[in-house]
């Protein structure tokens, strides 16, 4: 087992990260593999003084310049050797020494499934509450339903994915590195490639903060929809998928983001993505 982690500018949260890796119980071995950016304050010095007291296990790959958070994760999981990635940036945490057992055992009696993720509690900057679902019940999406935006309580923080060759093949794609959403596209990739589902466990076991330094946490909501759009069209012009999801797919863009692109003057893009869906 490979746990990959990525980190910037984490230390009021680094620690926390790596305390619920290592709290793990398991019967299998795993490493630890983290990536630090060229953070400017304490987050490399933090994960160096874990690395001296667990040498074996915990990895760190570092940069002399700041790469951006996909190269850093495509680095991370091209060192990772073990059967199933674990992903889990550095300003998440685990909250279940069990999660990682749990998991690679229903993966090893479901090979059907590319990925297993379970239930998320959502903390603010204070460790306040935002959100938690009180009744968890197991979920399942194929890759059409994570296609058309189906994806319940599957944020990077939770998820286990088998180590095959596809998942180290996104990194390949030029695409990829365009993308905003990228736990989105990590998904889809994975599941059009193998034909597995996602499988969603019961159980709250991972912690997502919202904060300010976060990739797509509290940022304005007129650059989050943009940002969405962006990797709408980067989805369909990379995948295939059904003609019933391409009806889908065209319906969801009128409804959700056509207006906006028509009052932000993206004419050309609009028509562009109107094109490709009719």
């Not at 001296?52 to 991370?76: E, M």
Request: with cysteine; net charge neutral; glycine share 6%.
């Amino acid at each position: 087992m490979s746990i990959c982690c990525i980190s910037y500018n984490h230390e009021k949260y680094i620690k926390q990260a790596l305390d619920s890796f290592l709290m793990q119980i398991t019967d299998f071995k795993f490493e630890i593999i983290i990536g630090e950016d060229c953070s400017t304050d304490q987050t490399r010095a933090i994960i160096e003084s874990y690395c001296q007291r667990y040498p074996d296990i915990i990895h760190l790959l570092v940069s002399d310049s700041n790469v951006g958070a996909i190269k850093n994760q495509v680095r991370v999981i091209n060192k990772a050797k073990g059967k199933y990635i674990a992903m889990c940036d550095g300003d998440d945490y685990w909250s279940d020494p069990l999660k990682l057992q749990k998991q690679v055992d229903f993966m090893e009696s479901h090979p059907q499934h590319a990925i297993c993720c379970h239930y998320t509690k959502v903390i603010d900057e204070q460790g306040k509450l935002v959100y938690v679902n009180t009744k968890p019940e197991v979920l399942e999406f194929a890759f059409e339903d994570v296609l058309l935006g189906k994806k319940e309580e599957t944020r990077i923080c939770s998820l286990v994915a088998r180590n095959n060759g596809w998942v180290k093949e996104i990194g390949m794609e030029d695409w990829y590195y365009k993308t905003f959403g990228t736990d989105t596209l990590f998904k889809l990739y994975i599941m059009a490639w193998t034909n597995g589902k996602i499988y969603v466990l019961p159980e709250v076991m991972a912690v997502y903060r919202l904060h300010r330094g976060g990739i797509w946490s509290l940022i304005d909501g007129k650059v989050r929809k943009g940002r969405m759009i962006s990797d709408f069209n980067v989805i369909i012009n990379n995948f295939r998928y059904s003609s019933i999801s391409k009806k889908e797919l065209l319906k969801m863009y009128i409804s959700q983001y056509l207006l906006f692109d028509m009052w932000n003057l993206n004419i050309s893009k609009a028509y562009h993505t109107l094109t490709k869906l009719i």
